[in-house]
């Protein structure tokens, strides 16, 4: 690694910001990453009050991101951030990001990516032309043995992959608590803040990612059902989607934030010729195999018999609970380990490179767009297209 930190600045995740401090802990998790400045809050008074309480320089603390882009951007290359967070709502993603890759940043984005596809696809774009790398923090492709699934998968141990079904209930909006004062209910649920989908853009973006990542096989159609359960919402806030994949495989989404009594029980199965697979959330250092001619098999983490991947995305010795902000920062982790790696003019290593891109931001857009239009259609299948 670097003889220094990898320089990190903010934009949003100030006071009363939910994933704001869970990006802080888990930049900081590995000591690779030194947050050196930002711009926390579209309120400039609060930007500076909560640079202040995080121990920002004053000259470094920003009252926007336009401005932290121009100062940083005149420092000296030994000194200036390196890439920005972006933990603000979607629709504060675009703009910020896209300004950032102009004035030669890297960029870590929240998901989804953006508000629209056709602005996904020019921050991709615009990454492309410039060279620059963009990590989208898909946190659930973070832990070990989802990466250990996607290696047995990519190996054919599973044989050719047949049926995935992946499932993400949550109970948090069975109320209409945005209308109680509930701030990460209320942008949610407002579709000028997170865009044309409610439920389905928030988690079922992860679970359809989770999906494609682990079966290695990338959605083709889909025929959505989506609901507004909660009575006097304007976006879904629970679904059911038939899909099909591009290898002939099919598969089924479910998405719920009305699930009464759920907490985040993101779960998966993935079904090949030889066997399947089964990873849940909620118990997330435990991979379960099931063999069509054979007993069945845990895998737990931390093991010398895993993957060169999972034991790359694994800290500590088997037993221990490898959790949710282990997981967001193993995707800060080989991230930021990539960027050392291209600005020392050297090639990083596969397991570095393996974080979410600007490209699945991309394919998380034209999820939310063709999964809201196939939800409107009377047309069974919904063909995935970009």
Request: overall charge negative; proline content about 4%.
């Amino acid at each position: 690694m670097a003889e220094k930190k990898i320089r990190m600045g903010m934009v949003g995740g100030g006071k009363d910001a939910f994933i704001g401090a869970v990006h802080r802990i888990a930049a900081n998790m590995d000591g690779l990453i030194e947050l050196c400045c930002g711009a926390f809050s579209s309120n400039p008074e609060k930007a500076k009050a909560s640079g202040r309480a995080l121990f920002i320089e004053d000259n470094r603390n920003y009252g926007s991101y336009a401005e932290m882009f121009e100062a940083e951007s005149q420092l000296p290359a030994d000194q200036r951030m390196q890439f920005v967070s972006i933990v603000t709502p979607n629709f504060a993603h675009f703009e910020p990001a896209m300004l950032a890759l102009e004035s030669g940043f890297h960029v870590l984005i929240d998901k989804p990516m953006t508000l629209t596809l056709e602005e996904a696809k020019k921050l991709h774009s615009k990454a492309t032309e410039t060279g620059l790398l963009v990590c989208l923090t898909h946190t659930y492709s973070g832990y070990p043995m989802v990466k250990q699934a996607r290696q047995m998968v990519k190996a054919g141990e599973l044989g050719r992959i047949r049926k995935v079904c992946v499932e993400y209930p949550q109970g948090w909006l069975s109320l209409p608590s945005e209308n109680e004062g509930n701030k990460q209910a209320s942008w949610r649920t407002d579709p000028s803040k997170s865009g044309i989908s409610g439920c389905m853009g928030d988690i079922g973006t992860h679970a359809a990612q989770l999906a494609e990542y682990i079966s290695n096989q990338k959605i083709s159609h889909m025929c959505a059902d989506l609901n507004i359960v909660v009575d006097g919402r304007a976006l879904d806030d629970d679904g059911n989607i038939l899909l099909k994949f591009d290898n002939g495989a099919n598969g089924i989404l479910m998405a719920s934030q009305i699930a009464a009594g759920e907490e985040n029980a993101l779960s998966i199965k993935v079904y090949g010729e030889k066997g399947g697979l089964e990873w849940h959330q909620e118990e997330p250092n435990t991979l379960k195999l099931k063999w069509l001619d054979a007993p069945a098999q845990i895998y737990r983490t931390g093991h010398d018999y895993l993957s060169s991947y999972a034991k790359h995305n694994t800290r500590t010795p088997s037993g221990h609970p490898e959790g949710y902000l282990e997981a967001f920062a193993n995707i800060y982790r080989n991230f930021v380990s990539t960027i050392d790696k291209v600005s020392a003019g050297e090639t990083p290593s596969e397991e570095m490179l393996d974080f979410p891109t600007s490209e699945d931001g991309v394919r998380g857009m034209a999820f939310i767009e063709h999964v809201v239009a196939s939800g409107k259609s009377d047309q069974k299948w919904y063909e995935f297209k970009i």
